[in-house]
């Protein structure tokens, strides 16, 4: 960048295309940059920056130049303010003359036109990000809803909610808080881009400030959590700036959706709390709905198994109890010893097999059991918070007692690793296919004698590190 001031008509010229340099890129960040590298380029100003006004409506403070430090400091030698509308945007500072030669009045009143036009650029930036970001969320809940609404992400509602939310916000983590029997909040669910040790089971107490806004459905947004006195949580020294937005539908409060970002990043601006709301109201209304869906599947499935259990009961029940009943007329008339004992051993097979029918009955008229708790349902957990990522659904297998023979301990190291490789295979773009398989062994997998132990393999079909070609495979193994 030259540092020499150009003729006048060059001036002009250069005026000119400065004006349209900044009409020309439609994301706001680089608008100001053309803004500030024209304006440093019209006056031979050494060093120049932007200084924003409201920081937060924007999520940018300055753009400068590449210049020296300082040269832009408190007293710089050119002030210029720009305005977006009636609306103060920031301030041109240009500092620093070739020799030292102040600025002059023609480039003051070139300044003032290259600011007249900035705000007009900048008007439309912002309208244009404004609308990337609209379209951004709203496909992002139409997602959400229709993995709600199918068999994609009905498996675990609340983590496709909190995962696609972080992605969207670009936010460290996505969490979900209910309320507890005690009156407090429960971190539930946890969607995060590193580890998410601890996050999981972290309460806020009764009696936080910040509790009564939650529990009554209203947001809440922190300018930083680990400063804020009305954060409570002890993982809270984590992150910076956050929105926890009410998830409420139908007059009812289903939790709270967090999104925290890291210490230190941008805070969220205007529009980015607005779009959330919004995506947490529906996302609020598509979880009602699929607990519906699954209510109606559930009551579906019920009364199929009591029409089951009636036929069993009135059909083969029935007939097997007047087959035991002719049989065991046979066997009691006179001349018939030579088939009496192959008689006796048949009716005690149909005694055998209506007392099991009749216990398949009993079993067919109670609730299903819950969903697993054990490593057989965290992995699945893992498998259905990754689909948000992948964009499908990885493929899972179990072989051996995983649920009983694996200790919490081993399962926990066995679920980071899942984690970590579930997280490359969705860095990788190429990508379409990934399947999980945990089993037990009976001997190390490098046939020594030893004890066996739990193997978690991981493949997928694109190319990386360990990649044959035709896919990658992460194997991991642990004694039991």
Partial sequence: MSTQPAPRLTRLTRLLEAVLEAGTDLGLRGTL???????AELTGATSAAL?????????????RTPGRPGECGPAPRLRMPVHVRDEEFGELRLAGRPGGEPFTAE????????????GI?????????????????????????????????????????????????????????????????????????????????????????VLD????????????????????????????????????????LIGTLALPRRRGDRPYTAVERLLATQFASQAALALVLADARRGRERLAVYEDRDRIARDLHDLVVQRLFATGLMLESTQRRPGADDVRDVLGRAVDELRSTIQEVR??????????????????????????????????????????????????????????????????????????????????????????????????????????????????????????
Avoid: K
Wanted: hydrophobic fraction near 40%; avoid cysteine.
């Fill in 33 to 39: 940059r053309h803004i500030v590298d024209g304006a």
């Fill in 51 to 63: 200084i924003t006004a409201d920081p937060a409506r924007d999520g940018l403070t300055e753009i």
């Fill in 107 to 118: 480039d003051e009143q070139l300044l003032r036109v290259l600011a007249t036009q900035a």
């Fill in 121 to 209: 650029a900048i008007g439309n930036a912002r309208l244009y990000e404004a609308a990337r970001q609209r379209e951004r969320w709203i496909e992002g809940a139409a997602a959400v809803t229709n993995a709600l609404l199918t068999e994609e992400g009905a498996d675990d509602a609340l983590t496709t909610v909190a995962e696609r939310a972080r992605l969207l916000a670009d936010a460290s983590a996505g969490v979900i808080l209910q309320p507890t029997a005690e009156g407090g909040m429960e971190i539930v669910t946890a969607s995060t881009s590193g580890d998410p040790d601890g996050i999981v089971g972290a309460t806020i107490a009764p009696g936080s400030p």
């Fill in 213 to 252: 806004q939650l529990l009554g459905g209203e947001p809440v947004f922190v300018a930083d959590s680990a400063t804020d006195p009305r954060m409570t949580t002890h993982v809270r020294h984590r992150f910076g700036p956050s929105m926890m937005l009410p998830l409420r539908a139908d007059g009812r």
């Fill in 359 to 480: 216990t398949t009955i009993l079993a067919l008229r109670q609730p299903p059991a819950g969903p697993p708790t054990g490593l057989r349902g965290r992995v699945l957990r893992e498998t259905a918070s990754a689909a948000a990522r992948l964009g499908f659904r990885p493929s899972t297998h179990f072989t051996g007692a995983v649920d009983t023979r694996v200790p919490d301990a081993v399962g926990d190291r066995l679920l980071t690793a899942l984690r970590r490789a579930l997280a490359d295979a969705a860095d990788r773009p190429d990508v379409t296919r990934v399947e999980v398989a945990v089993g037990t062994t009976a001997a190390p997998p490098d046939g020594r004698d030893g004890p066996g132990g739990v193997r978690l393999t991981v493949s997928d079909d694109g190319a990386g590190p360990g990649s044959d070609g035709e896919g990658t495979t992460v194997t991991w193994w642990s004694p039991l």
